[in-house]
């Protein structure tokens, strides 16, 4: 239900403001806002120390009216169905944002990757995919990284596909290592288009990204990439947090130095560049752009008031509270919703998938050229629809989301 708390709520509450505006039919509404398919499974894993433990996975495919579903896999302490529900809806949005042949889906396993040695991960992530098999392909559901999954993970899911139906089959996944049939750019995709989208914004508010000031919440694969990208068209990143801590320094932090320091330790709590700041000292500095790059909710009404940035560029999914949402536009402060924000990710994935199944793959300056260009398009696309309706760039993006997947839902017709 809408605005029950769950996160899928949350999605459901931003669904609804741009349906009403669009008076979508009912029975529309009802096939929009109903998940089409819920897997929960069981994975059994015998552990380093002889143990046997069980975890538990979920796989969402929430539509599949514009192409095969699509969507990363997680593994954290605290997934749960609400939450892959909600990421699998956003997917769905994001791949009609983005304008790309794709339906949403999510997967999610619940633990903690950070006390599994790399053989219990590798047997966790192979039992994962077996359990699912049937409901995956690269016509069916492709899945690719999220939080806590990278190239590797996404290797085993293809291995352990390919010995499944008997032939190597690069496009079930994405986000593989670029030997095994990944895309260049891929890994950078996301933070890639998180810097063209805050571009685009600065330029459309007349604010001078040269020597503005950034924060960064998260700086794994979307946080590190959209600092460093940011950095280097002359913005100054003067402070990042992660889920241990958080540094700060006015004069501008060196991201190459903190990337390498991350690796290492794993963290960049610590960093010597900075002086140490907490997540909720972050979110109230007085920065131009604010970019929330790691899990959902973390922008609340209790400290959306707090915020000071002129711009909010969603790189984590979710990242912003329906109601916390409202204070900040009501306050003139700029969003790129999610959904727009790091579809980046999911674009260069679907090149990757299209250079799969061709078989012949794109040099890194052509994947990043095709991506700027869906990026802009996206950017623009929803900025019209803002001005047009007088509404929101999350309500607008809706909008456009939901014209393209209604669209499509009615010329489909209805198979009983
Ligand atoms: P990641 O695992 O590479 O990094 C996550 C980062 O968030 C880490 O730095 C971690 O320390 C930090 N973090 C975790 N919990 C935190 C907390 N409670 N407080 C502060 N920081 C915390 O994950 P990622 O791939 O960079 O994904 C980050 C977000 O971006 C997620 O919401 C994900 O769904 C979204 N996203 C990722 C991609 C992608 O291509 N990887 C694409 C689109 C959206």
């Given at each position: 239900m809408a605005g029950d708390g769950t996160i899928f709520g949350a999605m459901l509450q931003e669904f609804d403001e741009a349906a009403r505006i669009l008076n979508l039919e009912p029975g529309i509404w009802k096939i929009l806002t109903s998940p089409r398919r819920q897997i929960i499974v069981s994975c059994p894993v015998q552990m380093d120390s002889g143990e046997i433990e069980v975890f538990t996975g979920y796989r969402v495919q929430y539509n599949i009216a514009l192409g095969p579903a699509k969507g990363g896999i997680r593994y954290h302490p605290d997934v749960s169905l609400d939450e892959?529900?909600?990421?699998?809806a956003w997917m769905t949005w994001k791949c009609a944002v983005a304008q790309i042949p794709f339906g949403g889906a999510k997967g999610g396993v619940v633990c903690d990757?950070?006390?599994l040695?790399?053989?219990?991960l590798e047997a966790l992530t192979r039992r994962y995919v077996a359990e699912i098999i049937d409901a995956i392909g690269p016509e069916k559901d492709i899945p690719a990284p999220d939080v806590n999954t990278n190239d590797q993970i996404m290797a085993w899911v293809m291995d352990t596909y390919s010995m499944h139906v008997g032939q190597t089959t690069t496009g079930v996944v994405t986000g593989k290592p670029v030997e095994l049939g990944g895309s260049k750019?891929?890994?950078e995709a996301t933070g890639?288009?998180?810097m063209i989208v805050t571009l685009e914004a600065a330029r459309h508010l007349g604010i001078e990204v040269n020597g503005a000031t950034v924060a960064v919440q998260g700086f794994g694969n979307v946080g590190?990439?959209?600092a460093d990208l940011l950095?280097?068209?002359g913005a100054k990143i003067v402070a990042v947090a992660d889920h241990k801590g958080g540094v700060f320094n006015p004069r501008g932090l060196d991201v190459a130095k903190m990337i390498a320091y991350a690796r290492d330790c794993r963290t960049v709590d610590g960093f010597p560049g900075g002086e140490p700041l907490t997540n909720e000292e972050l979110f109230r500095l007085d920065v131009d752009i604010l970019i929330p790059a790691a899990l959902e909710n973390q922008?609340?009404?209790?400290?959306a008031c707090d915020i000071r940035a002129k711009i909010i560029t969603e790189g984590a999914n979710g990242p912003t509270t329906p109601d916390a949402h409202k204070q900040l536009h009501e306050r003139g402060i700029f969003v790129i919703p999610d959904i727009l924000a790091n579809c980046g990710g999911v674009t260069a994935s679907y090149f990757e998938w299209v250079q799969d199944r061709h078989g012949y793959f794109w040099e890194e300056r052509e994947v990043n050229e095709r991506l700027e260009a869906k990026m802009r398009q996206a950017f623009d696309a929803v900025l019209q629809t803002g001005l047009t309706y007088a509404v929101d760039m999350r309500t607008a993006a809706y909008i456009c989301a939901i014209n393209r997947v209604a669209t499509v839902t009615k010329m489909r017709g209805m198979y009983a």
């Open positions: 892959i529900r909600a990421l699998a990757p950070t006390s040695s790399r053989r219990e750019g891929r890994r890639r288009g998180v590190s990439v959209s950095a280097e068209a922008i609340t009404l209790e400290n």
